[in-house]
């Protein structure tokens, strides 16, 4: 089952209680953009998902494999995109060492087809967060979760991230988190974050 | 996850370690060699004490000339005194383990066949020791001066008649020759006088037999009573003391019986105090320095796993595992040791060779064991309990973590 089921998440921090009793399901296959004021609760819901926080109640029902883009970088800034792509593909014990063409075919997907040699630290930050999504896509996951990626971006970039989302992430669930309006195509189911409640946006 | 990988992954990995660990490193590497210094100055020191003293006869040795009878007499040593000297040190303490020998000697000097002139000096058993013999042979001549295999002494034939002694005849005795015997012995070394030629204390108790024509025991007695016979035959007594810490003890029970002693261990008077405190000094000297050491480098990688945290937490975030990343960083660790342990290992043999020339081999592997076995536990805390620490974190404690460290 590939389909992500919230049942009854509650998340509080000290007194604060930032998630209350949600319940949601999130098809597979399909686009969902989170919406929320800031400090509503969006990376702390994206966080239980990914495994990296518990709740306090409920339970994620899921066999979908997760993968999760951090609002921070999260590279080895003094190794190559090829070095930092290898360490990810390591992290699965079964894998042997690729073909370049299979790293560059991913870099193709994502427009930066000549950066496999590049020096992180010497990468644009629009550039940074390509070969983090090209780490995501090494693994072939059902669920891409993408915690504010266009935040740091300026128009263009942000307009050029969600095409490449849209593109190369055709086929995956996908649960982005973002405090923007007006920036996602309509292939994007949009939901509230309100009050530790989630809710379809046209719901409200 | 396979070895080739985590290799690889270890290696780019290591690629980020810090000047401050690679400084550490150079520094605790450091100390490791002066603490193979300090280990080297140490045994050599210890080996040269050990020669100087523990295994230098000299140093054993109480020579005993004379008996002071009184203030204003003293007396030659005769036949009685061996016995007396003994008694006095085992009353004293029966625990002291030593031995008595005898020098005997004939006043008068013996002519060859080719006219040189031989001093004899008799010596009890144990003096072979001091001649590097395990036995004095009779009818051997010992002296380091003589280059011949045999020779014949003419032995004077002695009468001891009212007015005193002559003699008129002489008798050939031949003798072998053995001049493998150090020039100076522990026995000779207050002695400026003509070179000793040395000869079993049976080989003495038949010339005197021969030249006095007499019984051995009867000589014995009426040299101890009556000395007619117009030498003196106990030359010197010596007392050969086990253990050099009793030398002292030994010389001042004869001194205050009577006797008059030279010994070299006069100069040395805390000797034993003075071993304990250099062994005390050197080895609090060198395990300062190895806690100072340690400390340091623990620290140092402490803080180089701190400034990893944030990589840890990446490697958690790409997937790895508490076990696998565990695996890394001690894969790492172990090779910073094993590279240290090589480096080691060839100041300890090279510094080693350059200052100890005895027994060489053990020493490395001594000097080996006390920079490695602390080396090996220093290793063990980083790798298991200090890297526990960190991997056990989670990935937003490690992020988070990192953050406030830079």
């Not at chain 2, 060198?286 to 340690?294: D, Q």
Request: net charge neutral; aromatic share 12%; proline share 2%.
């Amino acid at each position: 089952m590939k389909d992500i089921i919230l049942k009854n998440i509650s998340k509080s921090f000290g007194m604060k209680k930032i998630l209350n009793e949600i319940n949601f399901t999130f098809e597979a296959g399909r686009f969902y953009v989170l919406r929320g004021a800031s400090g509503c609760g969006k990376t702390t819901l994206l966080n239980i998902i990914a495994g990296y926080y518990t709740p306090d109640f409920g339970e994620i029902i899921s066999e979908a494999k997760i993968e999760y883009l951090f609002q921070d970088e999260l590279l080895f800034t003094n190794l190559t995109v090829k070095e930092n792509m290898l360490i990810k593909l390591y992290s699965n014990p079964n894998a042997s060492e690729p073909d370049d063409t299979l790293l560059i075919s991913i870099l193709e997907k994502l427009n930066i087809p000549d950066l496999l040699n590049c020096k992180i630290a010497f990468l644009s930050g629009g550039e940074r967060q390509r070969i983090e999504l090209a780490n995501i896509l090494l693994s072939n996951p059902d669920v891409v979760l993408l915690d504010e990626p266009t935040a740091k971006l300026d128009t263009e970039n942000k307009k050029n991230i969600l095409d490449l989302l849209t593109s190369a992430f055709s086929g995956k669930t996908l649960i982005v988190s973002s405090h923007e309006s007006g920036l996602f195509p309509d292939t994007y189911t949009p939901l509230l974050l309100e009050r530790g409640k989630l809710l379809y946006e046209n719901e409200k | 996850m396979k070895m080739k990988n985590r290799n690889y992954v270890s290696k780019l990995i290591l690629k980020k370690t810090s000047k401050f660990l690679k400084i550490s490193i150079c520094l605790f590497a450091f100390s490791l060699i002066l603490i193979t210094l300090f280990l080297n100055v140490f045994f050599n020191q210890y080996l040269q004490m050990k020669k100087d003293f523990v295994d230098n006869d000299n140093i054993h040795i109480i020579e005993i000339s004379t008996f002071q009878v009184n203030k204003s007499f003293s007396r030659e040593l005769n036949f009685d005194d061996k016995n007396i000297i003994s008694k006095l040190i085992t009353d004293y303490n029966k625990e002291i383990d030593f031995t008595v020998i005898n020098e005997y000697q004939l006043n008068f000097g013996i002519e060859n066949d080719s006219g040189d002139v031989f001093f004899l000096y008799g010596l009890d058993d144990f003096g072979a020791k001091f001649l590097n013999k395990d036995i004095l042979k009779d009818n051997y001549l010992y002296s380091s001066s003589l280059n011949v295999d045999k020779t014949t002494l003419n032995i004077p034939i002695i009468q001891i008649n009212e007015g005193g002694l002559s003699s008129n005849t002489v008798q050939p005795v031949q003798f072998s020759v053995d001049s493998d015997i150090p020039s100076k012995t522990p026995l000779s070394i207050y002695e400026t006088a003509l070179e000793q030629t040395y000869i079993s204390f049976n080989t003495y108790k038949h010339l005197i037999e021969r030249i006095y024509n007499i019984k051995w025991d009867n000589f014995v007695s009426k040299y101890n009573t009556d000395n007619k016979f117009g030498i003196q035959a106990i030359y010197k007594i010596f007392v050969y003391v086990e253990n050099i810490k009793n030398v002292n003890t030994v010389a001042k029970i004869l001194y205050e019986n009577g006797y008059s002693t030279n010994y070299t261990f006069k100069s040395f008077d805390n000797f034993d105090q003075s071993i304990k405190n250099t062994i005390f000094i050197s080895g609090a000297l060198i395990t300062l320095v190895f806690i100072i050491a340690s400390i340091y480098i623990i620290l140092s990688f402490n803080s180089y796993l701190r400034v990893q945290q944030k990589d840890m937490g990446i490697l958690k975030h790409y997937g790895y595992t508490k076990q696998q990343i565990r695996k890394l960083y001690s894969h790492n660790i172990n090779i910073i040791f094993a590279g240290m342990s090589i480096f080691m290992l060839i100041i300890i043999i090279g510094v080693t060779m350059l200052l100890i020339n005895t027994q060489l081999i053990k020493y490395i592997f001594i000097i080996s064991a006390c920079v490695y076995f602390p080396m090996f536990i220093i290793n063990r805390i980083i790798s298991y309990f200090m890297l526990n620490i960190y991997v056990k974190k989670d990935i937003y404690t490690l992020l988070k973590s990192s953050k406030e460290f830079e």
